[in-house]
């Protein structure tokens, strides 16, 4: 297995409320030697990440996170500011009950007027595929594409479950050839990894791989 390619995919993240900075710094400052595609962090601390770091790191900031039914003004301007902060990834929850609801020209609409504040940077919009039929997992790999986002990204990692191979399948059916998959949510090995990377995901959302290889290390397996 090559552990490297699969980190070099990997968005290390720290989402949970009560992450202390201190600790939000850790996870960036793992994300930059083990060399993952980005520190996945809050919102609030991306100021605080980028002076401290530079450009040594990659840093991504949610938006929406994790319900996604802030207003469309509010979850614009939290993504502009999340690029001001120093973010080069924004990843943003779609309005999961609009979408339910049949108002897919909302949830295009919201999505695009997020593409043009974060244009240059990698957007990534999070559809919450455990509360979404196969049908409607179908329309929102459409309505992603049509945004002009970067990758759809299954889960928050914070409803009923995370990624599914079969998330991964449907997405592949749906999305444009300009739009890339993220799974998250639930994925805590390489071995489940790197089976979500062959089915077709190019990125990884976890907390838990990093401290997993650090492991493997210190044991000296790998």
Do not use: W
Request: charged residues 25%; proline residues 2%; neutral net charge.
């Amino acid at each position: 297995m090559n552990y490297k390619f699969i980190l070099s995919k990997i968005d290390h993240t720290l989402l949970k409320p009560e992450a202390s900075e201190k600790d939000v710094l850790t996870i960036v400052s793992e994300s930059i030697e083990f060399g993952t595609a980005s520190a996945c962090i809050p919102p609030c601390y991306i100021k605080r990440a980028r002076q401290e770091f530079g450009e040594k790191a990659r840093l991504c900031a949610v938006a929406g996170f994790p319900n996604g039914y802030n207003g469309t003004e509010v979850k614009v301007f939290e993504s502009g500011k999340a690029v001001e902060d120093g973010a080069d990834e924004v990843d943003v929850v779609i309005n999961v009950g609009k979408f339910k609801s049949g108002d897919y020209f909302f949830v295009e609409n919201e999505l695009k007027g997020i593409r043009r504040i974060t244009e240059g940077k990698i957007l990534k919009v999070i559809v919450e595929t455990a509360l979404l039929s196969d049908e409607e997992i179908l329309t929102s790999g459409k309505i992603v594409t049509q945004s002009g986002a970067n990758y759809i990204k299954t889960s928050t990692g914070f409803s009923t479950r995370g990624a599914t191979l079969k998330d991964v399948e449907l997405f592949k059916q749906s999305i444009g050839k300009n739009v890339r998959i993220k799974a998250a949510g639930g994925i805590r090995t390489f071995e489940s990894a790197e089976a979500f990377l062959e089915a077709g995901a190019d990125r990884i959302g976890a907390s838990a791989l990093v401290p997993y290889y650090k492991n493997l290390m210190e044991r000296r397996i790998i």
